[in-house]
């Protein structure tokens, strides 16, 4: 979505399928972090974009065993929000397609999922996609595979990524908020148990952390179970896990981590979670998938305008920008995953935070460090591809079936 909104504002004819009828899916994380409000800014957008409802938070904290731990300051960011905002993913994706809309050569096609790729020789010059309405056949000088960790089209284009995995998966479920919780988003961590609490106003949203391929024999043992884990870590909520009444309350999000060793191929570019599956770790791959959006349309805004279709290498050249700060973050979060996640969760105990963590509650400026890692990534990429009000050069020739 980001990616169609700076290319129609490039003047460059964009269409975006997705294969659900709205956004409104709860998955998946809630921050924007702040290099994507600065993304927002260049754009001229980030006065509208905190108008949505959101919660900032500019201290990040944990609660590991009885301690609470600061870890992350994004308060000293060189940013125009120094803070973390937590919005429902589909709120943002709204806010994205509404921007976008503003431009005459953009169109997004709802409940539009795409299923095979259109070749010309070794080039892709296409999309097939499946609609309400009947098949849809799309043609284009350039079809981007932003479509997530399952990612059709990368599997079309005959793309395997390298695993990397994780040791865990997450029950992701909601419970009220009452008088008296904290206000801030928090992570709990305890003997055994991660819980990540996100504060949605009425309800927390909960991600509860389990080992890797264990929901099956969670669930045999009744909601019960799990309703005594969370009032283990968060005994403040004792008085209302009776809200969940069964595992249908409760959603399985499936973890993984891999990447793709080719990001493209000639007419065809993957990015975003098709091209990297970030871990939860660090809430930072919907931050990954925007620059790598923000770094595409720099490179390809100009050529796609001007001159239809581009070659290899300008597509080999957004890979080679975008992967060594995908590699590098999710060395942090598989470092992460191995030598806390899977550790904890192994552990029976009462879990005690490690002398590093302690020295960020006397050191303040040692938080600073995660809060550039979370806040910003490694790689900043900043919105450089023009705005064009006209509309462009029409790229695309599209049929749906049977109406011609
Ligand atoms: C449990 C969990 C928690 C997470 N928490 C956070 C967090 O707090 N913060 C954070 O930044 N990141 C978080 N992440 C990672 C984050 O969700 C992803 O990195 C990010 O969403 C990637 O964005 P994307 O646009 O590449 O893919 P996605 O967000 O997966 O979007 C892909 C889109 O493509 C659509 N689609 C799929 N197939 C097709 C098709 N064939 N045709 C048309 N449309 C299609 C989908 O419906 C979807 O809308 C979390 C991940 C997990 C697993």
């Known amino acids: ?6 290319l129609a504002r490039a003047g460059v004819d964009t269409l975006v399928l997705e294969k659900h009828p709205d ?16 993304a927002m800014y260049e754009l001229g957008l980030l006065e509208e974009f905190l108008q949505l409802p959101h919660q900032e938070t500019r201290l990040l904290k944990a609660m590991v065993g009885d301690t609470l731990l600061p870890m992350a300051d994004f308060s ?43 070749w010309e020789g070794d080039r892709v010059t296409g999309v ?71 504060n949605r106003g009425p309800y927390w949203q909960c991600g509860y952390v389990i080992p890797k391929g ?21 005994p403040f909520f004792a008085d209302r896990v009776e809200e969940l009444k069964s595992f249908d309350d409760v959603n399985l999000l499936t973890v993984a981590v891999d990447r793709l060793p080719l990001w493209h191929k000639p007419g065809l570019l993957c990015i975003g979670d098709a091209a990297h599956a970030m871990s939860p770790v660090g809430g930072v791959g919907i931050n990954l998938a925007i620059q790598d959006a923000v770094a595409t349309a720099n490179s390809l805004a100009e050529p796609l305008f001007g001159q239809g279709p581009i070659g290899n290498d300008l597509l080999a050249d957004v890979q080679k920008r975008r992967e060594w700060p995908t590699r ?33 509650i006397r050191f303040p400026y040692l938080r600073r460090l995660p809060a550039a890692l979370i806040g910003l990534g490694v790689q900043r990429e900043h919105v450089l591809s023009v705005e064009r009000t006209g509309g462009g050069t029409d790229l695309t020739d599209q049929t749906r079936q049977g109406q011609g």
């Open 1 to 6: 979505m980001m990616l169609g909104l700076l």
């Open 23 to 38: 956004f409104f899916r709860d998955f998946r994380g809630d921050t924007i972090h702040p290099s994507t409000m600065e």
């Open 76 to 118: 000293e960011l060189p940013t125009q929000a120094k803070f973390l905002a937590f919005m429902p993913q589909w709120d943002f994706l709204d806010f994205l397609a509404r921007q976008a809309r503003r431009y005459p050569c953009f169109r997004l096609e709802m409940s539009a999922a795409a299923d095979s790729l259109i």
């Open 128 to 198: 097939t996609a499946n609609t309400p309405e009947g098949p849809l056949t799309v043609r284009a000088d350039l079809t981007i595979g932003a479509d997530g960790r399952s990612s059709a089209i990368r599997r079309e284009a005959g793309l395997a990524p390298q695993e990397i995995g994780a040791p865990m998966d997450v029950l992701w479920f909601r419970l009220s908020w009452k008088e008296g919780d904290p206000e801030e988003s928090l992570g709990r961590i305890d003997s055994g148990h991660i819980l990540a609490l996100i």
């Open 214 to 234: 264990t929901a099956e024999e969670l669930m045999a043992q009744g909601i019960e179970s799990l309703r005594q884990r969370i009032q283990e870590v968060s």
């Open 328 to 360: 590098i973050i999710q060395g942090i979060q598989v470092a992460i995953q191995k030598r806390v996640i899977s550790r904890v969760l192994a552990s029976t105990g009462k879990t005690a935070p490690h002398w590093f963590l302690r020295l960020f």
